[in-house]
């Protein structure tokens, strides 16, 4: 059975007119309402998504990232405090030198209240066990807190008196934070 020219130029025209027939009921344009549903819904979900990942963050966050340190403290007001570039260089060395003790330093304090208190939820822990992993603790905050009271001995010699009654009288970002 041959097919002739015209048989198949008229398969092809029909084919192509139901195929443009049934992609034409499919499609369907969005009237302006429904668009501005959409709209609100991905915007809501982006708003969504945005505030899930600040939570993330917030969570991450730990006793390092919010600390500062003394120095941190100095630099930041170095325009107010006036200090020279020979100050600063001078706080800037203190500041790298005691940066790697000062991460092991915070990390150690919280390790060891996990253990202590990880000794306070144990049932089979003893008062000593108990005592013994809360001294560590102690221990490693104080020791902590010395190597802070050292860096600070060694900025505060780097300061004029003038400077340092001037940075005391400085109201911190932080501090405003948390009168409100």
Known sequence: MKI???????????????GTSIVSAEYKPYTN?????????????QQKKKEQQEKKAMKQKGMKEKAKSYSAIVLEQAEVLDLTDEQLGKIMRIQMNHKKARKELLDQPRKSMTKALKELRNPAATVDSIRKAGRVHTDDFDAL??????????????????QRKHLTTIKLPDEKKMAE
Not at 33 to 45: F, G, H, I, L, P
């Open 4 to 18: 002739t020219k015209s048989q198949m130029t008229g398969i092809l025209f029909s084919l192509l007119f139901l």
């Open 33 to 45: 309402a429904e668009q501005d549903t959409k709209q609100q819904k991905m915007e809501k979900r």
């Open 145 to 162: 807190v010395e190597a802070e009271i050292i860096v600070r001995k060694n900025i505060d010699a780097v300061l004029t008196p003038k």
